[in-house]
């Protein structure tokens, strides 16, 4: 059962990842707007795709019985890695947000796009460098080179001590981080939102007398008496892309904890068994379909980010079909979105 199960959903989760993911990719890139949320964003959904394409490319070797040999064996640790490194940076895209939300005049300061590059790029040699080293050294493939395995010597700390290692940076350490990070970003989306209630409330009964801003004549409150002033339409601009990536960070961090859940809950209750122990076939063949499930959550949450933003967010939405219709943007919404660019994302 288990492995009908495998054979379908994995085909399923890349036939929606891959050219989600692709588009996404295509989509964001395409915005005038260059900034390290982009940035992150873009490179979640690289992660995304190389993951679920991987996973597929391992799971038809194994079926088809492809003669793997050492190198084959020793590069099995790729779907682990960018797995991890996906994770990785979906817990950067939160602290990006959680920077941008609650620290806002000092994030074009604290939170750069080469910072943003940096990080991943070390993120990604780190993991590389770790992964690499544990298969290098541990693995290999048997005499008819179809199968691996552990050398002997490492496989008391392959069952016990990688297991857990794996497991914690992976996913317990990034869900812990994201879990956190989620809810330091709400609590702050919903200080600023009182914040603000409150500074309307106080202009509203204050008296309303003209001032002039330099560019046109506005009563305190906001409410302009002259053409509205074009720093104040590129704010409102930045703002709403701040918003809409807010939200697509929420809705899609939401998700992953959801789908990461059973995973957590699997690992830390399922009791690695011991060579030479004898257990019991139905209860390891309820286990094992539990694994499978847990294992299908963990890789839809690779393929679903695209479906997230495009229900979740109006701008992700206008700016995909401009890219299916190979429109370019109106121009004034051009040039607004450039000149954010040039105001926002440099220190």
Not at 36 to 47: C, D, H, N, R
Not at 71 to 90: E, H
Request: glycine share 4%; proline share 3%; charged share 15%.
């Amino acid at each position: 059962m288990t492995a009908s199960i495998k054979e379908t959903y994995i085909w399923v989760a890349w036939a929606l990842g891959f050219p989600g993911n692709v588009l996404c990719v295509v989509t964001v890139l395409s915005m005038s707007v260059s900034s390290p949320a982009t940035f992150l964003v873009s490179a979640l959904a690289v992660s995304d795709g190389l993951t679920i394409s991987i996973k597929l490319l391992v799971h038809q070797l194994a079926r088809m019985k492809v003669f793997l040999g050492t190198v084959g064996c020793k590069t099995m640790f790729l779907p682990l890695f960018l797995t991890s490194v996906a994770n990785w940076i979906l817990v950067f895209i939160c602290g990006e947000r959680y920077v941008a939300v609650c620290y806002p005049l000092k994030k074009i300061y604290i939170v750069t796009k080469r910072r943003c590059q940096v990080s991943v790029a070390v993120l990604t040699l780190l993991h590389f460098i770790l992964f690499g080293s544990i298969f290098f050294v541990m693995r290999d493939s048997d005499d008819s080179g179809f199968m691996c395995g552990t050398y002997n010597e490492y496989l008391s700390f392959w069952m016990t001590g990688w297991y857990w290692i794996n497991t914690s940076i992976s996913l317990f350490i990034p869900f812990l981080c994201i879990v956190l990070l989620t809810a330091l970003i709400v609590c702050g989306l919903i200080r600023s939102r009182e914040e603000r209630r409150s500074i309307f409330g106080k202009t509203a009964n204050g008296s309303k007398r003209l001032v002039n801003d330099g560019l046109s004549y506005r009563s305190i409150d906001g409410s302009s008496n002259g053409a509205r002033c074009p720093t104040q339409r590129l704010l409102k601009e930045a703002e709403a892309v701040e918003k809409s990536i807010t939200l697509m960070l929420i809705v899609a961090a939401s998700i992953f904890l959801v789908l990461a859940l059973p995973a957590c809950i699997y690992l830390l209750t399922y009791k690695q068994p011991v060579p030479g122990e004898r257990r019991d076939p139905l209860t390891e063949a309820r286990w094992a379909l539990l694994e499978q499930i847990q294992f299908i959550f963990i890789d839809f949450s690779h393929a679903i980010n695209f479906f997230l933003y495009f229900l979740s967010t109006q701008r992700f939405r206008r700016q995909l079909f401009h890219v299916i219709r190979c429109k370019r943007l109106p121009r004034k919404d051009h040039q607004s979105r450039t000149l954010e660019m040039t105001n926002v994302t440099h220190p």
